[in-house]
Protein backbone atom coordinates (compact mmCIF):
# COMPACT_ATOMS: atom_id res chain seq x y z
CA UNK A 1 0.00 0.00 0.00
CA UNK A 2 1.11 3.59 -0.64
CA UNK A 3 2.82 5.39 2.18
CA UNK A 4 4.96 8.65 2.86
CA UNK A 5 7.18 8.14 6.21
CA UNK A 6 7.80 11.63 7.53
CA UNK A 7 11.26 12.44 10.15
CA UNK A 8 10.51 12.67 13.35
CA UNK A 9 9.93 15.78 15.63
CA UNK A 10 12.39 18.74 15.57
CA UNK A 11 13.20 21.57 17.90
CA UNK A 12 15.08 24.76 17.02
CA UNK A 13 15.49 27.71 18.02
CA UNK A 14 14.89 31.00 16.14
CA UNK A 15 17.27 32.02 13.24
CA UNK A 16 18.13 28.12 12.22
CA UNK A 17 17.18 25.48 9.92
CA UNK A 18 14.85 22.67 9.70
CA UNK A 19 14.75 20.06 6.94
CA UNK A 20 12.03 17.31 6.62
CA UNK A 21 12.42 13.99 5.21
CA UNK A 22 9.55 12.46 3.35
CA UNK A 23 10.02 8.45 2.27
CA UNK A 24 7.73 7.57 -0.68
CA UNK A 25 6.48 3.64 -1.00
CA UNK A 26 4.08 1.86 -2.77
CA UNK A 27 3.87 3.92 -5.79
CA UNK A 28 5.99 5.13 -8.51
CA UNK A 29 7.92 8.18 -6.75
CA UNK A 30 8.38 10.38 -9.64
CA UNK A 31 4.67 9.66 -11.03
CA UNK A 32 3.20 12.63 -8.80
CA UNK A 33 4.20 15.77 -7.80
CA UNK A 34 4.97 16.23 -3.87
CA UNK A 35 3.53 18.76 -2.11
CA UNK A 36 4.34 20.17 1.34
CA UNK A 37 1.55 21.60 3.83
CA UNK A 38 1.83 23.09 7.15
CA UNK A 39 -0.44 23.84 9.47
CA UNK A 40 -0.43 25.59 12.76
CA UNK A 41 -1.55 24.62 16.45
CA UNK A 42 -5.28 24.88 16.47
CA UNK A 43 -4.72 26.73 12.93
CA UNK A 44 -5.59 25.63 9.16
CA UNK A 45 -4.31 23.96 6.41
CA UNK A 46 -1.53 25.89 4.61
CA UNK A 47 0.02 24.71 1.16
CA UNK A 48 4.14 25.88 0.90
CA UNK A 49 4.77 24.30 -2.69
CA UNK A 50 5.28 21.64 -4.48
CA UNK A 51 8.33 19.79 -6.55
CA UNK A 52 8.20 17.39 -9.60
CA UNK A 53 9.83 14.52 -8.42
CA UNK A 54 10.81 13.67 -11.95
CA UNK A 55 12.04 16.65 -13.17
CA UNK A 56 12.93 18.72 -9.67
CA UNK A 57 10.93 21.48 -10.67
CA UNK A 58 9.51 23.63 -7.78
CA UNK A 59 6.54 26.13 -7.19
CA UNK A 60 7.00 27.33 -4.44
CA UNK A 61 3.91 29.80 -2.59
CA UNK A 62 4.58 33.66 -2.53
CA UNK A 63 4.99 33.52 1.46
CA UNK A 64 7.84 31.11 1.67
CA UNK A 65 9.69 32.18 -1.71
CA UNK A 66 13.60 32.57 -0.45
CA UNK A 67 13.04 30.39 2.87
CA UNK A 68 11.66 27.48 1.46
CA UNK A 69 13.83 24.60 -0.72
CA UNK A 70 12.11 21.80 -1.77
CA UNK A 71 14.66 18.49 -3.18
CA UNK A 72 14.26 15.32 -4.15
CA UNK A 73 16.67 12.20 -3.95
CA UNK A 74 14.59 9.58 -6.58
CA UNK A 75 17.41 6.63 -5.76
CA UNK A 76 15.56 6.48 -2.72
CA UNK A 77 11.84 7.85 -3.36
CA UNK A 78 12.10 10.86 -1.04
CA UNK A 79 11.55 14.40 -0.67
CA UNK A 80 12.62 16.71 1.08
CA UNK A 81 11.33 20.42 2.66
CA UNK A 82 14.02 23.13 4.16
CA UNK A 83 12.83 25.80 5.60
CA UNK A 84 15.38 28.75 6.79
CA UNK A 85 15.55 31.35 8.98
CA UNK A 86 13.22 29.94 11.02
CA UNK A 87 10.68 32.15 13.07
CA UNK A 88 8.38 31.10 16.18
CA UNK A 89 5.43 31.04 13.96
CA UNK A 90 6.80 28.83 11.81
CA UNK A 91 6.08 26.38 15.10
CA UNK A 92 3.86 23.63 13.12
CA UNK A 93 2.87 20.02 11.87
CA UNK A 94 4.61 20.08 8.09
CA UNK A 95 2.97 17.59 5.77
CA UNK A 96 3.65 15.95 2.90
CA UNK A 97 1.07 15.01 0.07
CA UNK A 98 0.48 13.61 -3.06
CA UNK A 99 -2.44 15.68 -3.74
CA UNK A 100 -2.79 13.88 -7.76
CA UNK A 101 -7.03 13.02 -6.88
CA UNK A 102 -7.81 10.88 -6.57
CA UNK A 103 -3.86 9.58 -5.57
CA UNK A 104 -4.15 11.60 -2.34
CA UNK A 105 -2.00 10.44 -0.03
CA UNK A 106 -0.23 12.53 3.02
CA UNK A 107 2.70 11.73 5.23
CA UNK A 108 2.07 11.47 9.12
CA UNK A 109 3.12 14.96 9.80
CA UNK A 110 6.37 16.43 11.35
CA UNK A 111 5.92 18.59 14.43
CA UNK A 112 8.61 21.47 14.27
CA UNK A 113 8.83 23.41 17.28
CA UNK A 114 10.72 27.10 17.07
CA UNK A 115 11.75 28.20 20.71
CA UNK A 116 14.20 29.65 22.44
CA UNK B 1 -4.55 34.24 -4.86
CA UNK B 2 -7.69 32.45 -4.96
CA UNK B 3 -9.18 33.09 -1.65
CA UNK B 4 -11.77 30.08 -0.06
CA UNK B 5 -14.40 30.86 2.15
CA UNK B 6 -16.02 28.69 4.07
CA UNK B 7 -19.43 28.79 6.23
CA UNK B 8 -20.47 27.96 9.35
CA UNK B 9 -16.74 27.74 11.05
CA UNK B 10 -18.71 25.49 13.41
CA UNK B 11 -22.06 23.69 13.25
CA UNK B 12 -23.29 21.37 16.08
CA UNK B 13 -24.97 18.23 15.28
CA UNK B 14 -26.66 15.20 16.62
CA UNK B 15 -26.40 11.92 14.93
CA UNK B 16 -28.80 11.33 12.06
CA UNK B 17 -28.49 14.72 11.20
CA UNK B 18 -28.10 16.58 7.41
CA UNK B 19 -25.25 18.51 7.33
CA UNK B 20 -24.42 20.79 4.87
CA UNK B 21 -21.10 23.00 4.65
CA UNK B 22 -20.49 25.90 2.13
CA UNK B 23 -17.34 27.01 -0.03
CA UNK B 24 -17.04 29.92 -2.22
CA UNK B 25 -14.05 30.39 -3.67
CA UNK B 26 -13.09 34.30 -4.63
CA UNK B 27 -12.87 33.39 -8.62
CA UNK B 28 -14.26 30.30 -10.50
CA UNK B 29 -12.65 27.50 -9.90
CA UNK B 30 -14.40 25.26 -12.70
CA UNK B 31 -14.85 22.01 -10.64
CA UNK B 32 -11.11 22.02 -9.13
CA UNK B 33 -12.22 21.56 -5.87
CA UNK B 34 -11.70 18.93 -2.94
CA UNK B 35 -13.02 18.43 0.65
CA UNK B 36 -11.21 16.81 3.08
CA UNK B 37 -12.17 15.79 6.54
CA UNK B 38 -8.94 16.12 9.71
CA UNK B 39 -9.42 14.32 12.75
CA UNK B 40 -7.25 15.64 15.87
CA UNK B 41 -3.33 14.68 15.35
CA UNK B 42 -4.27 12.80 11.96
CA UNK B 43 -3.64 14.28 8.58
CA UNK B 44 -6.33 15.36 6.39
CA UNK B 45 -8.46 12.60 4.49
CA UNK B 46 -9.46 12.97 0.99
CA UNK B 47 -13.61 12.98 1.06
CA UNK B 48 -14.38 14.39 -2.37
CA UNK B 49 -12.64 15.96 -5.39
CA UNK B 50 -13.44 17.17 -9.04
CA UNK B 51 -16.40 18.97 -6.84
CA UNK B 52 -18.33 15.73 -6.69
CA UNK B 53 -16.00 12.97 -6.82
CA UNK B 54 -16.76 10.31 -3.88
CA UNK B 55 -13.02 9.31 -2.77
CA UNK B 56 -12.81 5.40 -2.59
CA UNK B 57 -13.59 3.65 0.78
CA UNK B 58 -15.59 6.97 1.76
CA UNK B 59 -19.36 6.12 2.62
CA UNK B 60 -21.92 7.29 0.25
CA UNK B 61 -23.51 9.73 2.96
CA UNK B 62 -20.80 12.21 1.92
CA UNK B 63 -21.71 14.25 -0.95
CA UNK B 64 -20.56 17.53 -2.59
CA UNK B 65 -21.74 19.31 -5.40
CA UNK B 66 -21.03 22.84 -7.02
CA UNK B 67 -19.03 24.35 -9.92
CA UNK B 68 -17.94 27.65 -10.55
CA UNK B 69 -17.02 29.91 -7.25
CA UNK B 70 -20.19 28.17 -5.08
CA UNK B 71 -19.51 24.72 -3.48
CA UNK B 72 -21.36 22.08 -0.99
CA UNK B 73 -20.27 19.09 1.12
CA UNK B 74 -23.75 16.86 2.43
CA UNK B 75 -23.65 14.65 4.80
CA UNK B 76 -26.86 13.13 4.55
CA UNK B 77 -26.71 11.29 8.14
CA UNK B 78 -23.96 12.34 10.25
CA UNK B 79 -22.54 9.21 12.16
CA UNK B 80 -20.42 9.85 15.24
CA UNK B 81 -16.73 8.74 13.49
CA UNK B 82 -18.04 11.81 11.26
CA UNK B 83 -17.55 14.61 14.13
CA UNK B 84 -14.32 15.70 13.12
CA UNK B 85 -12.80 19.08 11.00
CA UNK B 86 -13.86 19.59 7.40
CA UNK B 87 -11.63 21.71 4.87
CA UNK B 88 -12.10 22.58 0.65
CA UNK B 89 -9.03 22.66 -1.12
CA UNK B 90 -8.91 24.08 -4.90
CA UNK B 91 -6.19 23.57 -7.33
CA UNK B 92 -7.17 25.67 -10.05
CA UNK B 93 -4.31 27.39 -9.84
CA UNK B 94 -1.28 28.41 -8.03
CA UNK B 95 -1.14 28.27 -5.11
CA UNK B 96 -2.80 26.09 -3.70
CA UNK B 97 -5.54 27.12 -1.59
CA UNK B 98 -7.29 25.89 1.46
CA UNK B 99 -10.80 26.85 3.49
CA UNK B 100 -10.29 27.99 6.66
CA UNK B 101 -12.02 24.80 7.95
CA UNK B 102 -15.44 23.55 9.39
CA UNK B 103 -15.93 21.90 12.65
CA UNK B 104 -18.66 19.87 13.14
CA UNK B 105 -19.47 19.29 16.68
CA UNK B 106 -21.58 17.24 19.13
CA UNK B 107 -25.05 18.92 20.00
Known amino acids: QVQLVQSGAEVKKPGASVKVSCKASGYTFTGYYMHWVRQAPGQGLEWMGRINPNSGGTNYAQKFQGRVTMTRDTSISTAYMELSRLRSDDTAVYYC?????????WGQGTLVTVSS | DIQMTQSPSSVSASVGDRVTITCRASQGISSWLAWYQQKPGKAPKLLIY???SLQSGVPSRFSGSGSGTDFTLTISSLQPEDFATYYC?????????FGGGTKVEIK
Open chain 2, 89 to 97: QQANSFPVT
Open chain 2, 50 to 52: AAS
Open chain 1, 97 to 105: ASLSNPANY
